[in-house]
């Protein structure tokens, strides 16, 4: 490794997930949240400085539904969702938080990132029991998906 070049983490399905925080990657620093912040945005700003590689479905979920570094983070959780979404049918667990977050990440978003699309139709393909609570955001990415086409 070169002096100076940033490891990577390797995931199960091939993904690699960066060392770096978001704050690195985006090259913005956020600095302390104001003293009156909600525990919501204290906990954004704190994640922004953990290694993406660090992050957990939970914060990911937490981190694309605000909107932050969506750009870095989708890709991670679509691999958390490659991984878990298969075992479902066999009983086990893929986090539905995470899905519905990433389902909701937008057109735009979608758009932008065509490579993603198929691979969240993958996952969504793999799954044999949607939550009731996420039809919604399932019908509404497959609709915005095909439109984006």
């Known amino acids: 490794m070169k002096v100076g070049a940033r490891k990577e983490t390797n995931v199960s399905n091939g993904q690699r997930k960066p060392d770096r925080t978001l704050e690195e990657l985006d090259g913005q620093r956020w600095g302390e949240p104001p003293a009156d912040a909600t525990s919501l945005v204290r906990s954004v700003h704190g994640l922004r400085r953990r290694p ?87 019908e509404r990415f497959q609709r915005d998906t095909r439109r984006g086409r």
Do not use: H
């Open 52 to 138: 993406v590689a660090s992050l957990n479905a939970g914060e990911l979920a937490r981190l694309i539904r605000q909107g932050v570094g969506v750009r870095w983070l989708l890709p991670v959780a679509l691999g958390i969702l490659e991984d878990t979404a298969p075992n479902q049918a066999a009983g086990g667990f893929y986090d539905d938080d995470l899905l519905s977050a990433v389902l909701t990440c937008g057109s735009t978003t979608w758009a932008a990132q065509p490579e993603l699309v198929k691979r969240m139709q993958e996952v969504l393909a793999s799954l044999r029991d949607i939550s009731p609570y996420l039809c919604d955001d399932v």
